[in-house]
């Protein structure tokens, strides 16, 4: 999909990823299999290390280590985003896969 027609979108955060496309244009980008697993076990990795940190925060607040309840709500917070985030990336990885499947040859 080539974005870089939205590069006089009002959105700082889209007109930095068309910036970003346009300027990769001519480059050898590696878009193989390998750098997408690559990428995938990343924000895996990323999403325990997060499940990992509200687990932490949760031991010291009940065993009187911390009073911060701001610090546990955050690290919840971060973690139910990644895990919804990794979850439905699943989901659309799974559905791919059993569309790759019923391809016939």
């Known amino acids: ?3 870089t027609s939205l590069l006089n979108v009002n959105s700082h955060a889209v007109a930095n990823a068309a910036q970003k496309a346009s300027t990769r244009k001519g ?3 590696d878009d193989s299999f390998s750098s997408m697993f690559k ?3 990343g924000n ?3 999403t325990n290390n997060l499940l990992l940190d509200q687990e932490e925060e949760e031991m010291k607040f009940a065993l009187g280590l911390s009073e911060n309840t701001h610090d546990m709500a955050i690290a919840a917070a971060k973690a139910s985003t990644a895990l919804s ?3 439905t990336l699943r989901d659309k990885f ?3 896969y ?3 499947i019923q ?3």
């Open 85 to 87: 985030y990794t979850t």
């Open 98 to 100: 059993k569309e790759l």
């Open 27 to 29: 480059t050898d980008i």
């Open 1 to 3: 999909m080539d974005i």
């Open 39 to 41: 990428s995938a076990l």
């Open 94 to 96: 799974i559905e791919a």
């Open 103 to 105: 391809i016939q040859v």
């Open 44 to 46: 895996l990795n990323e």
